[in-house]
């Protein structure tokens, strides 16, 4: 496979996820277009293993594999990697030398991958998080260590490095936090409880409350709670825009604005998460998009 193929496999793939993120790389440059497609793909793959109805132990040997094709492309593994994965999923050998080319062009640390794989390994384990510092682990890990891969595609300035690195951990959380809102009636139905059990009992509103969809006072109050927590992260992670370089901003907008307007939508909505899946419409997406463009244009 070689590069190009493997940059267009990678692209197909993020165009058929219908991801929020997809049209936020169309007002990229072409090559850190490509390169979000190549990463995008691989975390893609990953979270499929997870989403299988494979057994727990067939899924934890397919992330197992992620890893030896993630240290073959960061150079970790000498010799052997590539016939080993590629035996067992040919999308693996597909997709390496696009995501190898991808994490040497932008110098981005293996580890923020490995940390994604261990986000997606927590789904395997734990369906509960006790108290929110376990859940901002578990954030970190899946949403997090995206947005310090994002950031490295982005690209910042060197005396801004630490600063950055910060907003983009607490951008992660900010979405994260949105998708647990939105996603509270799937995730209970899998028998999964994002929403932390300490603030559960701070509100009195119970695991069965949740599982049958009650809506009441002490759902609303718990609701708003959690909403606001995410708005304090969404109000730091706009700290960012600024840091990033100018012709990347556009791009970081669009994933800001369509999150924080999921999450208005919600509260405007009086948390009918229950009902319905919140969405965007499409008419709002290519209106956020157009005005992408327009930023990008204005430089």
């Given at each position: 496979?070689?590069?190009?193929?493997?940059?267009?496999?990678?692209?197909?793939?993020?165009?058929?996820?219908?991801?929020?993120?997809?049209?936020?790389?169309?007002?990229?440059?072409?090559?850190?277009?490509?390169?979000?497609?190549?990463?995008?793909?691989?975390?893609?793959?990953?979270?499929?293993?997870?989403?299988?109805?494979?057994?727990?132990?067939?899924?934890?040997?397919g992330l197992r594999r992620?890893?030896?094709?993630?240290?073959?492309?960061?150079?970790?593994?000498?010799?052997?990697?590539?016939?080993?994965?590629?035996?067992?999923?040919?999308?693996?050998?597909?997709?390496?030398?696009?995501?190898?080319?991808?994490?040497?062009?932008?110098?981005?640390?293996?580890?923020?991958?490995?940390?994604?794989?261990?986000?997606?390994?927590?789904?395997?384990?734990?369906?509960?998080?006790?108290?929110?510092?376990?859940?901002?682990?578990?954030?970190?890990?899946?949403?997090?260590?995206?947005?310090?891969?994002?950031?490295?595609?982005?690209?910042?300035?060197?005396?801004?490095?630490?600063?950055?690195?910060?907003?983009?951990?607490?951008?992660?959380?900010?979405?994260?936090?949105?998708?647990?809102?939105?996603?509270?009636?799937?995730?209970?139905?899998?028998?999964?409880?994002?929403?932390?059990?300490?603030?559960?009992?701070?509100?009195?509103?119970?695991?069965?409350?949740?599982?049958?969809?009650?809506?009441?006072?002490?759902?609303?109050?718990?609701?708003?709670?959690?909403?606001?927590?995410?708005?304090?992260?969404?109000?730091?992670?706009?700290?960012?825009?600024?840091?990033?370089?100018?012709?990347?901003?556009?791009?970081?907008w669009i994933m800001m604005?369509?999150?924080?307007?999921?999450?208005?939508?919600?509260?405007?909505?009086?948390?009918?998460?229950?009902?319905?899946?919140?969405?965007?419409?499409?008419?709002?997406?290519?209106?956020?998009?157009?005005?992408?463009v327009l930023m990008r244009?204005?430089?």
């Open positions: 496979m070689d590069l190009a193929a493997s940059y267009k496999f990678a692209a197909d793939a993020v165009k058929q996820s219908g991801s929020n993120f997809s049209r936020a790389f169309l007002v990229l440059s072409k090559e850190q277009r490509l390169a979000f497609y190549a990463v995008y793909a691989f975390m893609r793959f990953c979270d499929d293993v997870s989403d299988s109805d494979e057994s727990i132990e067939n899924k934890r040997e992620w890893r030896a094709l993630l240290e073959e492309a960061s150079g970790m593994m000498k010799g052997g990697a590539d016939e080993e994965v590629s035996r067992e999923d040919a999308i693996t050998a597909i997709i390496l030398p696009a995501f190898r080319d991808t994490l040497q062009k932008y110098s981005i640390p293996a580890q923020y991958f490995h940390w994604i794989i261990d986000g997606t390994e927590m789904d395997l384990g734990a369906d509960r998080y006790e108290t929110f510092e376990d859940l901002y682990k578990y954030c970190f890990r899946v949403a997090s260590a995206v947005g310090l891969v994002c950031l490295r595609i982005f690209g910042f300035g060197d005396e801004h490095k630490e600063q950055a690195e910060k907003l983009a951990e607490q951008c992660g959380v900010a979405f994260q936090l949105t998708n647990i809102l939105r996603d509270v009636r799937e995730d209970a139905e899998r028998g999964r409880i994002y929403i932390p059990l300490e603030d559960l009992r701070r509100f009195k509103y119970t695991e069965d409350n949740l599982k049958n969809g009650v809506v009441n006072e002490n759902f609303l109050a718990l609701m708003r709670f959690e909403a606001e927590r995410a708005r304090f992260y969404f109000g730091e992670a706009r700290k960012l825009l600024p840091l990033v370089t100018p012709e990347s901003r556009p791009s970081l604005e369509v999150y924080n307007r999921l999450l208005e939508r919600i509260v405007e909505g009086g948390f009918d998460v229950f009902k319905k899946r919140i969405r965007l419409s499409r008419k709002e997406k290519i209106s956020i998009l157009l005005k992408a244009l204005k430089g």
